[in-house]
């Protein structure tokens, strides 16, 4: 009974580069959470995902990023245009059913823009 | 102000010391959540609470829905308890509003 996955678990991109981060939910989930954690910041929310829709993204900067969740594969964080700001851990959580306050954390990616 | 207030920042504690983490909150909720990050950076769910006391081993987690207050309690602590505990609440929707986490040093 795996549980979240994310991949890759480390990414180095230089400036300008495009990042993609992958979750893959708990088996059975099909609700999905992608926070973020700043060097020496607390964890904040980013984007709230549903199967082929994206449920709140108030989280969300305006500009470069992006997130998915398609009907199959695993959901994707896309970061454009990789800032040096944007180096930080990047979480996704995944739960079972709309409602339900219970939340999986995966391991993380950690990224490093050079 | 953050909605989700924890205290103490740092936390430094002799092994078998009782310890208490607490956790204010400025908003209604619908649930609260107790997490730990140890390093290297891995988030793990300890407790989800809407209401009233859970216990797991020598972990007990409290809230209070009135006061707007929680408090993460490790009985007989030791030095692998040692991690950043961070307090989160359900606001609206379901998504996690986090405190800013607590790091815990236990020593032996």
């Known amino acids: 009974n795996a549980g979240v996955m994310q991949n890759p678990r480390h990414l180095v991109r230089r400036r300008g580069q495009e990042a993609r981060l992958r979750c893959s939910p708990m088996?059975?989930?099909?609700?999905v959470y992608w926070y973020r954690q700043l060097p020496e910041e607390g964890l904040k929310f980013m984007v709230y995902?549903?199967?082929?829709?994206?449920?709140?993204e108030s989280g969300m900067p305006k500009e470069r990023f992006s997130a998915e969740f398609p009907k199959e594969g695993p959901s994707i964080l896309r970061i454009q245009q990789v800032v040096r700001g944007d180096s930080a851990a990047y979480f996704c959580?995944?739960?079972?059913?709309?409602?339900?306050?219970?939340?999986?954390f995966g391991p993380g990616t950690r990224l490093t823009v050079t | 102000k953050n909605e989700v207030e924890q205290s103490p920042q740092n936390l430094t504690a002799q092994e078998g010391e009782f310890i208490t983490i607490n956790c204010s909150y400025s908003?209604?909720?619908?649930?609260l959540h107790w997490l730990q990050q140890h390093p290297g950076g891995g988030i793990v769910s300890l407790f989800m609470?809407?209401?009233g006391k859970k216990k797991h081993g020598r972990l007990i987690a409290t809230i209070n829905i009135q006061e707007k207050h929680s408090s993460l309690h490790i009985t007989a602590s030791h030095p692998r308890d040692s991690a950043v505990y961070i307090c989160?609440?359900?606001?609206?929707?379901?998504?996690?509003?986090f405190g800013e986490g607590t790091q815990l040093t236990v020593n032996p």
């Open positions: 959580a995944s739960s079972g059913r709309t409602g339900s306050y219970e939340q999986y």
């Open positions: 609470l809407s209401s």
């Open positions: 088996k059975g989930h099909s609700h």
């Open positions: 989160a609440v359900v606001v609206s929707g379901s998504r996690l509003t």
């Open positions: 908003v209604g909720i619908s649930a």
């Open positions: 995902l549903q199967k082929e829709n994206i449920i709140d």
